[in-house]
């Protein structure tokens, strides 16, 4: 969100000599924006959660942080969890897997980053207690949220 990732622009403005080409699509120059909100590949991983609680993928940092102002997400406390959590696996996994396809020359499917993703905040979610007593639990609310945030 603070843009501070090493990303090839900024690498340039420092003056190294790296590619400037986005690791992920080879179509556009790798910066924060394209990286993580603009790729192609980036985009359908986003599109994934479309219509869950994201009305279209998102195109910045900033349009990120407006959905969690939006009433259907910040009127329900778990929704905004649930969704910070996956703004940061989104990101952490589109970071990882940029550095595996530059220093490892591995690459994995967009299909397998979603993957990745969701088995994370599965993971996550299973160890979160609910928010109230009663109420239910944090893993069951991202599994039933695409009924109950409808496009
Ligand atoms: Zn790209």
């Not at 990303?7 to 790296?18: A, K, P, Y």
């Not at 009127?75 to 530059?102: D, F, P």
Request: some cysteine; charged content about 15%; aromatic content about 10%.
């Amino acid at each position: 969100m603070l843009e501070r990732l090493p990303t090839r622009d900024r690498l340039i403005s420092w003056g190294m000599s790296v590619p400037a080409a986005c690791p992920l699509c080879s179509l556009a120059n790798e910066s924060h924006d394209h990286l993580f909100f603009n790729c192609v590949f980036s985009t359908a991983v986003w599109s994934h959660y479309t219509g869950w609680m994201f009305a279209a993928a998102s195109a910045s940092p900033a349009a990120v942080l407006a959905i969690l102002d939006q009433p259907h997400i910040s009127s329900c406390s778990g929704a905004a969890v649930i969704l910070k959590l996956l703004l940061q696996v989104i990101v952490y996994n589109l970071w990882t897997e940029r550095n595996q396809r530059i220093f490892r020359q591995s690459s994995s499917s967009e299909a397998a980053i979603i993957s990745k993703v969701d088995r994370s905040i599965k993971d996550r979610l299973l160890s979160l207690p609910p928010l109230r007593e009663g109420s239910i639990s944090f893993l069951l609310l991202y599994l039933t949220s695409r009924s109950l945030f409808p496009p």
